[in-house]
């Protein structure tokens, strides 16, 4: 492989596919995991972010460089890929949104993704409709498309009525506390901020909110770990779907910090932001072949 | 009206300070990650590893070619075919039972060689750096029913029983338990009990109902009480082998985070089963048939195609 560095975005690594998350993205099995990470380290060295951008100021890497990054903040990375990365003598990157983490607001889409387990999505479609919602569309792309606070309080009202009080209560634990991210941090892993619920702030139903968002994250991780993040993670980042002002409210309100992007391309130059390559669920030498390909 | 889901209610276990630990296994590389990963998390609580033997070689060949002839063919039905049908009939039907039965054995051989590929592809790394926690090493026991293998347990005198792949146990030995008799099992209860679950969950082609249980043990195939109850993440490209093995992993962590809770706070939240409801399945039930509808599926990407819809929305 060429020497780049490719920064590899993951969201969760587990023997379990909860029904919070199996709608979100996929969830990687840690023995998938492990065959990758071996490739990879066949390949080149594990970098942090910290040391990645460092190699992008001395002129770009000399070898092949990977860096593992997570979102969400779910608790199986620290079960499950913890372990595994501390095999290889990786350390990672997670990004953490305030409001789950400190169980103060369940993140929205899992909620969609809960209902489709349990035939809530009749509910759902209907409770859409004097949003617009068209029998036939897709749920998932119609909520991000027409991303409002009244959509979410709709989304919670159908979710509330479909499950009880024991599961709203436990369903928290997919994502990590704070007492547990500490560890992760104590074992060098930048901590990074992905706002403060969740929703598409980069896209210009939100773009409003961008500042409010991070900051509330921003201000819950240095409560949390005494230190500010270094990374603001977008989510939902649909290249195609940017708000006109992003990189403006971020140059107004990021001070320093990287904006970690989704995007399938290794990061080359330095600047405002990194890119990240989503990591399709497969084995070892598959991961390779498709991060030769890019 | 039945409700969807089981009752919960409330168990409380006896409070102690010794939270002693049997584990009982069979003999393949899923179950010798079960017993490893369960002395990684709970050491010295562990005071015992028993490896069930199961008979195997060309006796056991020819018990499942006979059972198998006999249940789907006994003497008197073939009687009463001949007297019905005449001898040319009859032959037909002899020659097609013995194909259809050996070749279901045959089915079986492949499936045990794909199953321990499967292990050894997802588990060997694991097991290999699992084996430094070990803190006892499997005694083998031949009849787990006997009353030498009860004596044992009560000198022993765990609070936790813990099993993976075993027969069904009697009430004397669940009874011998101070604090919990826990099975894992693999495959979503109630609607899947009992032997080759996983194998039938994916012949309805219920992905949704892949996964694995773990329940408090009583004298019914995997009927107890759920504990816990959970999906397996699975690999674009797996076999129908390989899911089993995930199951299997998932359950064996669901089992640790359960012996967890109990330790912890010993009252834990119990899902009744309600007797009627799901199947239970016997080992003799698995026939060439269903493990070739199988096979067909993956071959056609059914698994691959089915995660990716239900994933979208």
Redesign the interface.
Known sequence: MKAKWYILLYHNVSWEESPFTRGLFDTCPPDIFSDQLEHLSREGDFVSLNQGLESLRGGGPDRTCFSIFFDDGLADVRRYALPVMEQYGATGSISVCSRFMMRREFYWRAKMSYLSSIDGLRFLRSALKPLGYKTGMSIKKFTLDNFSPDLVSRIDDVFTLMTDERLRKTMFGIFDSPDSIRLLKEKGWDICNHTAAHYPVGEESSVGIFREQYEECESAIVDAFGQPSRFWVLPFDRPGRRAGGLMEQFNACGGDRYMALVENQPVKTLSRTINRIPVPVCRGAQLLRFLKSL | MIPKDPL?NKVTLPETEDHSIVIVTMGELRHRRFALRIQQEFGGLVKGWYQIEKPGGASNLIEKIRSRALSDYSAADLRRFYRDNGLRESAKRIISGGSEALSTINELRNRRARQQKAEQ???K??VE?LKRYAVCSPETVEDPGSDAFLENIRRIDPYFFLSLGGPLYGKKLIETIRGAAINQHAGRAPDYRGSDTVYWTLYHRDL?RLGATVHLMNTGADAGPILKR????????DTAEACMA?VV??GT??LISCVKDIIDNKTV?VFQQIPGQGMTYTASQLDGRVLRCVARDFKNNWLDNEIER????
């Open positions: 919960q592809d997802i588990f790394k694991e750096s949704t959970a999906n397996p993440s699975l690999c674009p490209g995930r992993a998932l962590e669901l939240t239900l994933k979208g929305f």
